[in-house]
C-alpha cells in the first residue's frame, strides 16, 4: 500500500517501488529473475493463491526464482497465532504448499522448516504488546539468540520454499 511504500522510500531512496496487488501484478511478462514472497501467501483472499502463484509465474523469467515463505500447520503455530482465530489467518502444510507451486507449473528446488518456542512465543508477545498497548517489546540479547539458533537448526514454525519456474 502506498503508506507502506512511503516508509520504504525514506529507508532505500534509490529503489523503485510500486502499489500493486499479488493477483494482478503491474509488471510486463518475464520481468523477473527472482521474486521474494516472505509471509504474503496466508494474507490473500481465501482461494486466490492459485492465481497469485499464476501472476508470479507469469513476471518470472523462465527459470527464475521464487522464495517464499508462510507460516506451518504445526499445531503449536496455530495455537499461539491469535490471527489465525481473530481474522482466519492461514497456516499450511507442506504437502499443500507444493502442490500450489506444482500446479502453476514451479519445479520445488528447496523446503525446509525454522523456529520453535522462542519464535512462537516471541511473535505472540509482539502482537499482544503492540495491539493492547501500543508498544513494541525489546527482548534481551540471550533470547535474541536462542530465537536465532531456533531458525538456524530447523523447526516448525516457518515453511521456506525455494522455487524455480519451469520453462513458459
Do not use: M, W
Not at 86 to 105: C, D, E, W
Request: include cysteine.
Amino acid at each position: 500500500d502506498k503508506e507502506t511504500i512511503d516508509y520504504a522510500k525514506k529507508l532505500v531512496p534509490e529503489a523503485a517501488f510500486r502499489v500493486g496487488s499479488a493477483l494482478n501484478l503491474p509488471f510486463s511478462d518475464k520481468s523477473f529473475d527472482c521474486i521474494v514472497l516472505l509471509d504474503v501467501i496466508e494474507h490473500l483472499p481465501l482461494n486466490t493463491e492459485n492465481k497469485a502463484l499464476g501472476e508470479i509465474k507469469r513476471v518470472l523469467k523462465p527459470k527464475g526464482h521464487l522464495i517464499l515463505s508462510t507460516p506451518s500447520n504445526h499445531i503449536f503455530s496455530i495455537l499461539l497465532d491469535p490471527a489465525f482465530f481473530l481474522i482466519g489467518h492461514r497456516h499450511y502444510s507442506i504437502k499443500k504448499i507444493k502442490k500450489l507451486l506444482q500446479n502453476q507449473g514451479f519445479k520445488i528446488v528447496k523446503i525446509y522448516k525454522t523456529g520453535g518456542i522462542y519464535c512462537l512465543f516471541s511473535n505472540l508477545t509482539q502482537i499482544l504488546v503492540k495491539h493492547l498497548i501500543n508498544k513494541k517489546i525489546n527482548f534481551s540479547a540471550k533470547f535474541k539468540e536462542k530465537i536465532k539458533n531456533e531458525y538456524l537448526k530447523g523447526g516448525f514454525v516457518q515453511i521456506h520454499i525455494i522455487a524455480k519456474s519451469q520453462k513458459q
